[in-house]
């Protein structure tokens, strides 16, 4: 195990591994802390994924923590904390308490801060964080429900959550490449700041952090700043050439796909999948009864479980939603969607259904849970921010697709078992 990351969210830390497997490291998603006695998988990378973005800090400090020694006994060399690469944190945390506690059991008294991901339009500039082309505090962020981001200037935002001291390594410095980087570092070090936020606007920015980061314990960021880590690994001799790293063992089985996200692009993912597939649309406002919904969709699906993928949708439109909500509420509403949709797809692995795509960060979420999900070896996307992962835990092992709601295109439902096909 080369390199070993703790991140604060479930498909953050799926970006994170997809990020690794491109650049050429076999890499593993683990949900949640594994119990101490359990063996490190065979990668190059790991990914323990945690829900400690917005969980109180005492939670997310000692959750991370805990990580860390289980990633520790493995043997790693390097340390990632994966955040969001819109800094999501509030003023007590978690983004610098959590890092403060790494950075303290690492006993490396220093760490670079870089959520920058200029493929997704996050840019770090004089310290300031823009997403979309905007200030952080002017791009929609500072209306988050969990965590409003009304100020863009990182060093100040990371300086009320942490009583270490912030530097900043500027752009002039980061453009000069990563000899420049690596010196300001250690400048910044020695003249006490524990953390340095560093500029990066475009991936070459992102490729010399890394390469100036390679002797550091613990790097902290965005998946982009993991860019450049592999051919790290790889100069050092330690990580060979993989001819596939998104390898995954070949698993048969009837193919099926659940939905619960309501994004935009989700609805004409399943708008595109009606014509081609069979569709069943689970109506949770003539039927507000998780189990009812399960059976309807089960019963639904029991002639047509197969090869060729079948689609049950909770999703609908903004109207349909929000009427649900106002009778029931917005959480016990989405509680009671994403407790079907787990138990549906619990019912369709009991029918022997073994390829499955799941449209919904929640839901995918909740899905996973049900499934007894504990550990993704992860594949080849199937389009940019989804792969296919090999899944293992409590139950029979599975293909799955964890699709975040706006991710994919059109015809994505049908696209993701195509590419399982056309694999050898
Ligand atoms: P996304 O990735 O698009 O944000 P999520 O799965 O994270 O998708 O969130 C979608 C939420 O909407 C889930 O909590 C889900 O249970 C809920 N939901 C899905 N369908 C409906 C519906 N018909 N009415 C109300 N809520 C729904």
Redesign the pocket.
Same mark, same amino acid.
């Given at each position: 195990m080369l390199l070993g990351a703790i991140a604060d969210d479930f498909t953050g830390a799926t970006d994170l591994c997809s990020m690794l497997v491109r650049g050429g490291m076999r890499t593993v998603q683990l949900i949640g802390v594994p119990p101490r006695d359990q063996a490190p998988p065979d990668a190059d990378a790991v990914v323990v994924a945690l829900k400690s973005r917005t969980a109180p800090v005492r939670q997310a400090v000692d959750d991370s923590l805990a990580a860390l020694k289980w990633l520790q006994a493995g043997g790693t060399r390097q340390y990632f904390f994966k955040y969001c690469s819109t800094f999501d944190s509030t003023e007590q945390g978690n983004i610098g308490p959590v890092a403060d506690a790494l950075v303290d059991a690492l006993g490396c008294g220093f760490a670079l801060a870089c959520p920058a991901f200029p493929t997704n339009a996050r840019t770090v500039y004089q310290g300031y964080l823009f997403a979309g082309g905007n200030l952080l505090n002017e791009s929609g962020m500072e209306h988050h429900p969990l965590t409003p981001m009304t100020d863009a200037n990182l060093v100040r935002v990371l300086s009320r959550q942490t009583e270490g001291a912030v530097g900043l390594v500027n752009f002039a410095t980061v453009d000069r490449g990563a000899h420049a980087i690596r010196d300001a570092m250690t400048r910044l070090k020695e003249q006490g700041r524990r953390y340095a936020i560093v500029d990066a606007i475009t991936d070459a920015h992102l490729l010399a952090i890394g390469e100036a980061a390679a002797s550091h314990a613990l790097i902290t960021g965005g998946s982009g700043v993991a860019m450049g880590l592999p051919e790290n690994f790889r100069r050092a001799g330690v990580l060979p050439v993989r001819d596939d790293p998104a390898a995954l063992p070949r698993l048969e089985g009837a193919c099926a796909v659940v939905a $619960? !996200?309501? !994004?935009r692009t *989700?609805l004409a993912q399943l708008g595109y999948a009606r014509n081609h597939v069979p569709v069943f649309d689970l109506d949770?406002l003539e039927t507000p009864d998780a189990a009812a919904l399960t059976d309807a969709a089960l019963a639904w699906s029991s002639d047509k479980i197969g090869s060729k993928p079948l689609v049950i949708a #909770? !999703? #609908?439109s903004p109207e349909? %939603?929000a009427l649900?909500?106002s009778r029931l509420g917005r959480d016990q #509403? $989405?509680a009671l %969607?994403?407790d079907a %949709?787990a138990g549906i797809a619990a019912g369709l692995v009991e029918r022997g259904v073994r390829r499955l795509v799941v449209a $919904? /960060?929640? *839901?995918s979420g909740a899905v996973a849970g049900r499934l007894g999900v504990r550990s993704l070896r992860i594949g080849g996307e199937i389009d940019p921010g989804v792969p296919w992962t090999y899944a293992s835990g409590s139950g029979p092992e599975l293909m799955l697709a964890l699709k975040? /709601?706006?991710f994919g295109a059109t015809d994505f439902f049908l696209k993701a078992f195509r590419v399982l096909e056309a694999e050898p």
């Open positions: $619960g !996200s309501c !994004s *989700t949770p #909770a !999703s #609908a349909k %939603v649900l909500q #509403a $989405g %969607v994403e %949709v $919904g /960060g929640e *839901t975040s /709601g706006n």
